[in-house]
């Protein structure tokens, strides 16, 4: 399957009609282009022993399958990363031996990606090309430019993807911040410039379509963290996403204004925060402290960020839940608040650890329960979906990044918005966007794929 000089295709492999495992490509007189290859989580499954929740026979690390475009290496023009969020970059250092093309993608993206390269010995193999934001390149048949939007993370990028077919908006994950804390912003003007110019299809996050309102702003933050680090007799752990730079920022603010020393525990997070400074979006006046420190001090100074959220084993939360840390067991009067919501299917696992934090006598505060807000999700809810649609006014909408139920009402959303016509379809589907915008169902077998014993196996 080879589009013509006259074709605008769109087909997701990942990511459509799921949360997570992100795979997209464009397809344009005879090429190609890839954006976002993520992972994902294992789908949900018994719950064992620690309380965390496995698919019996299932690996840990999941991402789409790319047979298509493998088989059709010789037409892909390049691979675009639109974050730094492991669903969206996660599978590269999988799957970049298979495609053996050029990785576009933003500084912190790029440090990010670095990292795991070196993990995989790919670093000098693979070739990482880091476009400024607002800068426009050309990549094979596909003129694309870089424009600012929020998300949790630093850097994040929608694309707009010029071709003579017609123009693609293609938002990533994002929202409307307007205090990010760290990282750009964004600009009205970018969107409604686009409007002006005239865009085929927007490509839109509809993993908050079903949620009213505003997200809230990371900048909201401080008040009620403050809230309940300060007041807490012991030891705080908060955990995050380990992406979320601006999270760590505001808890760096929170620790220095309560008297407290903030450490940082768990792989990935220690990644994010090194990635952070390297690419320039961590202030220096910001700081931690070595986490071998804080077993020494008394228990009211310790402020601990640890990985866990979503209830994963062998995270830093898990082993300070079981009391296998080694810097230090939590005690009677210790609080963890959860800086994060469930993932769909993480359910069961996040219960599970509370219930083992709470056996030890921790005190628990989660994301629902807060008399503050304490978390800020990193995707729009409805009024910023309608503001965008709003400003860029595309003929057709797609909704993607989300389950059937989110993507339902993301369309009827951007049909309440004036967009003449939304397709709606899931991963596989081929999206014809030229000519007579339609969707051939089930045009392309896509799959799961599985990192397990240092190798690629299928998923059933």
């Known amino acids: 399957m080879t589009p013509s000089e006259r074709d605008l295709f769109f087909l997701p492999l990942g990511g459509t009609g799921e949360i997570g495992m992100n795979m997209n490509l464009y397809g344009h007189d005879g090429q190609w282009l890839m954006v976002d290859c993520g992972v994902t989580f294992p789908r949900p499954g ?3 022993a620690d309380g965390s929740v496995h698919q019996a026979g299932e690996p840990d690390i999941q991402m789409a399958d790319p047979d298509f475009i493998v088989r059709h290496r010789n037409q892909l023009a390049g691979l675009i990363i639109t974050h730094a969020h492991e669903d969206h970059i996660g599978a590269v250092p999988y799957l970049w031996s298979k495609l053996r093309c050029p990785v576009y993608c933003t500084r912190f993206t790029a440090e990010v990606l670095k990292k795991k390269l070196v993990e995989h010995g790919l ?18 048949t596909f003129n694309v430019q870089w424009l600012a939007l929020t998300h949790s993370v630093p850097d994040p990028n929608a694309l707009m993807i010029r071709t003579p077919a017609g123009n693609i908006f293609h938002t990533g994950d994002w ?9 750009h912003g964004y600009r009205q003007d970018t969107f409604t410039q686009l409007a002006t110019e005239g865009v085929r299809a927007m490509v839109c996050d509809s993993t908050n379509a079903t949620v009213n309102g505003h997200s809230a702003s990371e900048g909201e933050l401080y008040e009620g963290l403050r809230h309940y680090i300060e007041t807490a007799p012991g030891r705080v752990i908060v955990t995050c996403f ?62 601990a960020v640890a990985t866990g959220s979503q209830g994963e084993p062998r995270t830093a939360l898990r082993r300070l839940a079981a009391g296998t840390h080694p810097d230090f067991d939590l005690e009677p009067g210790d609080r963890v608040i959860f800086s994060a919501r469930a993932i769909p299917g993480n359910e069961e696992a996040i219960a599970g650890l509370i219930r083992q934090l709470e056996s030890r006598g921790v005190e ?41 139920v989110h993507m339902q009402a993301h369309a009827e959303l951007a049909k309440a918005c004036g967009v003449s016509r939304t397709l ?14 339609g969707i051939q169902r089930q045009k392309v077998q896509t799959g799961r794929l599985g990192w397990e014993k240092g190798k690629l196996v299928r998923v059933v």
């Not at 910023?384 to 989300?402: C, F, K, M, N, S």
């Open 46 to 48: 018994r719950v064992v």
């Open 123 to 140: 670093l000098h193999r693979v070739k990482i090309i880091v476009p400024e934001t607002g800068e426009r390149l050309q990549i094979g």
């Open 175 to 183: 929202k409307l911040d307007p205090e990010p804390m760290v990282g």
């Open 242 to 303: 380990g992406s979320n730079i601006a999270r760590l920022l505001t808890l760096s603010h929170v620790a220095d204004d309560t008297g407290r020393y903030m450490g940082l525990y768990g792989r990935s997070m220690v990644t994010m925060f090194q990635c952070a400074k390297r690419a320039g979006v961590w202030p220096y006046s910001a700081g931690t402290v070595d986490t071998g420190h804080l077993g020494y001090l008394p228990r009211h100074e310790v402020l």
């Open 364 to 404: 628990v505060i989660t994301a629902e329960m807060a008399i503050k807000p304490i978390h800020a999700s990193g995707h729009p809810a409805q009024q910023e979906l309608e503001t965008l649609y709003r400003w860029v006014q595309p003929q057709i909408a797609i909704p993607v990044h989300g389950e059937a």
């Open 424 to 437: 709606t379809g899931r991963n596989g589907d081929l999206f014809m966007l030229s000519n007579t915008p």
